[in-house]
């Protein structure tokens, strides 16, 4: 099971965690300088740390849309569908950790859980990389950290974020005020894949900015007790909105999964639209015949790289969309 379709602790409010780890080999140019021969090089050193129990994918094997798919299901990062140096993923489903090798930095190391798991994802993590530091000559600096292509990440080079489900919060308009709250104390929002990315579907990425000057386990608990506290003031949004008129969330919330179980045609924008009301039904109870992991499974499963994938081949803007609403009538008409 993937952390999409797995329940996971708050799961209402928090969709997925996440943990990454940048790491640099020393002797090696930074990917932006690398060239093909020094990138083989480097995948050769890297391959042999992790044995069994790990999958290796060329990424160069793989077709456009294959390579995006793994995109939409946030094992990769956008950047490295379309790299143009040799680049391997290796992964371990079952520990839910994803390296790229030659994406931004040699190495980028990321465990993906679902739900509320700040402090396990990162333990997982760490595990994978040690494994990477007694096998590598990691570059570091005594005063800077880990040495990495983007100063920015210089320091503990460690990115822990959130994926939260904030639909009662966004539509109060409260995140107005809670931005730049959250710039204050070194923490950042972003859309569902990443920087520049929309809040599609009321989903918002909660990540620490700051990796100079703090240890990593300082900046998990930060990112802890700020979530805790959105999760709280979501909650009561929620039940505010519930109470000031019952019959109006409810229909609005049925209306959006009538909508998914009987059309013909569904583009990815409507699907993210309606999924926020489906999704916020779901958790107050009043869609009872979908569960979270369901409707998570069906949000992944219905993004066009991955509706090319199952078809086989690439397929244009209008069979995806005829294609999704019926891939979404069969899988809820099961489920009811």
């Known amino acids: ?46 391959s042999g740390v992790f044995g069994e129990g790990w999958t290796v994918v060329d990424m160069t094997n793989l077709s456009r849309f294959e390579a995006a798919s793994l995109a939409e299901k946030h094992f990769i990062s956008p950047d490295f ?48 990389d040690d494994a990477a530091n007694n096998a590598l000559d990691i570059a570091y600096d005594a005063e800077l ?24 919060l966004t539509r109060t308009r409260r995140l107005n005020s809670l931005f730049p709250q959250l710039s204050k104390i070194g923490l950042t929002i972003r859309g569902l894949y990443g920087e520049g990315s929309d809040f599609d579907g009321c989903l918002y990425q909660l990540s620490n900015q ?18 805790r506290k959105i999760i ?5 949004a929620r039940n505010a909105l519930y109470s000031d008129n019952p019959d109006a969330m409810t229909d609005r919330c049925r209306r959006a999964y009538g909508t998914l179980r009987y059309a013909s045609l569904m ?6 639209k309606l999924y926020a009301d489906i999704r916020l039904g779901i958790s107050l109870g009043l869609i009872p015949e979908l569960t979270l992991e369901a ?16 078809a086989g081949c690439e397929i244009g803007e209008h069979e995806r969309d005829r294609r999704r609403a019926e891939y979404i009538r069969e899988t809820l008409s099961a489920t009811a």
């Open 145 to 168: 950290g880990f040495l990495t292509s983007c100063p920015t990440n210089l320091g503990i080079a460690m990115r822990a974020s959130v994926m939260l489900f904030l639909p009662a």
């Open 1 to 46: 099971m993937s952390w999409y379709n797995t329940k996971g602790r708050d799961d209402d409010v928090v969709i997925s965690t996440r943990i990454r780890f940048a790491r640099n080999l020393s002797g090696f140019p930074f990917p932006s300088k690398l060239d093909e021969p020094g990138a083989r090089a480097l995948i050769e050193r890297v």
């Open 232 to 236: 709280e003031s979501e909650r009561a």
């Open 267 to 272: 583009s990815s924008g409507e699907f993210m």
């Open 81 to 128: 569908v379309s790299g143009s140096l040799p680049r391997r993923l290796i992964y371990s489903e079952v520990r839910g950790i994803y390296i790229m090798v030659c994406e931004e930095d040699h190495l980028r190391m990321q465990c993906i859980l679902p739900g509320m798991a700040l402090n396990e994802a990162y333990e997982r993590l760490c595990g994978a």
């Open 210 to 227: 700051v990796t100079l000057g703090i240890s990593e386990e300082d900046s998990i608990r930060k990112l802890n007790e700020v979530v």
């Open 295 to 310: 409707l998570g499974g069906l949000m992944t499963d219905i993004q066009p790289a991955t509706l090319s994938v199952n």
